[in-house]
């Protein structure tokens, strides 16, 4: 039997230096340097501080996939890399780093939209057929897509301003609970109930897109009037709050995948990616939104890394894709062309 290649994949378009080795649908090894500490004091990522970072660590997260699986360049058969959407200095550390290893040893260089990276994630995890929906829920993202084929993908809907990762993580601020905030607001959660009434925004419209920033200024409304009712904020009213703002979060999602199920008859399942995905208030919402079954891949392949990069580049290599040493850095790249413009740009780079 003919061996599948092995693909080196490189992903740098956000704050997570990483590099991964994927031969058909086998992750050799998966190398995630993470930049928390470098943007901890900054409240977000700053993308200077993370272009630098990528630029100094990537080469490391290649010898260390190598070395993980136990193979030199000499076994990869093509190099795969992030070439958007994402923080532009980050993508262009990958790219050149991508270009570098396949001029040098003259393999393949396929360019990969991060996004398909995301979307082509349950095919590698669970072997899920064609057509699915994909909810992508992340600091960065949160879109709805169709997902037809290896490079068809149908745009239902998204956010229209900020990411839910990034309104937990906000509302953590907000509350004085630690970064990342989603954990930190789910944990808190635990001990509170969700009785504090917070809007749920665009649920009276049709359609799938959705809104999370006017949640967040509604938890910042109902903090102040508590702490001048209470004389401060109290632990229990922390909670309440947490607990109100996830099942907040939790029914838009639930309410919105109904809606975006409705607009895509045919679908075999509903799957999530994303660090927002690893929300258990989020994914009980979701399994009760629809009888279709929800498949969730490990959080370490639902957040970002490049074992996904590698697995969507060989899809495309296999089908005949490559590209050239003219492949560019794209800040912006809908993966779904036909799709109008999304609003906003969050903390974590441009949406698509
Ligand atoms: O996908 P991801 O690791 O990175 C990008 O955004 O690219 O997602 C990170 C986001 C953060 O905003 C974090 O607060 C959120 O996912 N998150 C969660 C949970 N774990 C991570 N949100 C809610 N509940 C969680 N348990
Ligand atoms: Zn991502």
Redesign the pocket.
């Known amino acids: 039997m003919v061996q599948e290649p092995t693909i080196l994949g490189i992903e740098t378009s ?3 230096t990483a590099a991964a080795l994927v031969r058909g649908r086998a992750i050799l090894s998966d190398v995630v340097l993470r930049q928390d500490d470098l943007h901890a004091a900054f409240g977000g990522v700053v993308p200077e501080i993370a272009a630098r970072a990528h630029a100094e660590k990537i080469d490391l997260a290649v010898l260390r996939a190598l070395s993980d699986a136990d193979l030199t360049l000499d076994a990869v058969d093509a190099v795969a890399v992030t070439a958007g959407p994402g923080l532009i200095g980050g993508v262009l550390s990958g790219v050149m780093c991508a270009k570098g290893i396949a001029a040098a040893r003259g393999l393949p260089l396929v360019g990969v939209n991060h996004l398909a990276g995301h979307a082509l994630t349950p095919r590698l995890t669970d072997a899920v057929a064609f057509p699915y929906l994909l909810l992508l ?5 949160c879109q709805f897509l169709r997902v037809d084929g290896p490079t068809a993908f149908v745009r239902l809907g998204g956010t229209i301003d900020d ?4 309104a ?2 906000k509302v ?1 601020r907000l509350l004085g609970l630690p ?5 930190a ?2 944990a808190c959660a635990r001990n509170g109930a969700p009785g504090i009434p917070l809007p749920r925004p665009l649920l009276d419209r049709p359609g799938c897109d959705m809104s999370f920033s006017g949640l967040k200024t509604a938890v910042l409304r109902a903090r102040d009037a508590a702490s001048a009712r209470d004389g401060g904020l109290r632990m229990s009213v922390r909670a309440d709050l947490c607990s109100s703002f ?1 099942a907040a979060v939790a029914d838009i999602l639930a309410a919105k995948t109904r809606a975006a199920l409705h607009a895509a008859p045919g679908v075999g399942a509903i799957c999530v ?4 995905a ?3 208030a ?1 994914r009980d919402a979701l399994r009760g939104a629809t009888a279709l079954p929800l498949i969730a891949p490990p959080l370490a392949l ?3 890394n490049a074992a996904m990069i590698a697995y969507a580049g060989g899809v495309r290599l296999a089908l005949g894709l490559r590209d050239g040493m003219d492949l560019a850095a794209r800040p912006r790249w809908p993966l779904d062309g036909d799709a109008a413009p999304m609003l906003g740009s969050g903390k ?2 441009a949406k698509a």
């Open positions: 956000c704050d997570d829920v992340s600091g960065g993202h990411a839910p990762g990034e937990f993580d953590a970064q990342p905030g989603g954990p607001v789910e996830q990616a994303g660090g927002v690893a929300n258990g989020v639902c957040t970002d974590r780079g």
